[in-house]
Nanobody
Framework: QVQLVESGGGLAQPGGSLRLSCAAS???????????MGWYRQAPGKQREFVAT??????????DYADSVKGRFTISRDNAKQIVYLQMNSLKPEDTAVYYC?????????WGQGTQVTIVS
């Protein structure tokens, strides 16, 4: 099993940057590197949507991004620290949402509690 805690959200201006972190705690019989990790977001009145993922693997993993964030956001992982990051640059008002960290292994998905990101002028 894994538990996830997000941090790093807050207020930013358009064009600014934020870095989100997701700290994972895995049980002794699991290995963080075995989990596919991802970021999703949910804006008010909208469904939760995919933002970025990074696949499992000891050497980092393959990344994938939603079209809306390509070239602006970067997902990365530090397996030794059991942390996943989402570097968000060139932020836009439409990036305002609660951002959730996800850990996937097989058919099991685990979610964090979310962190609010608000982009205001």
């Amino acid at each position: 099993q894994v538990q996830l805690v997000e941090s790093g959200g807050g207020l930013a201006q358009p064009g600014g940057s934020l870095r989100l972190s997701c700290a994972a705690s895995v049980t002794v019989f699991n290995i963080f590197a075995n989990y596919n990790m991802g970021w999703y977001r949910q804006a008010p009145g909208k469904q939760r949507e995919f933002v970025a993922t990074i696949s499992s693997g000891l050497l980092g993993g393959k990344t994938d991004y939603a079209d809306s964030v390509k070239g602006r956001f970067t997902i990365s992982r530090d397996n030794a620290k059991q942390i996943v990051y989402l570097q968000m640059n060139s932020l836009k008002p439409e990036d305002t949402a609660v951002y959730y960290c996800n850990a996937n292994r097989g058919t099991t998905n685990t979610w964090g509690q979310g962190t609010q990101v608000t982009i205001v002028s």
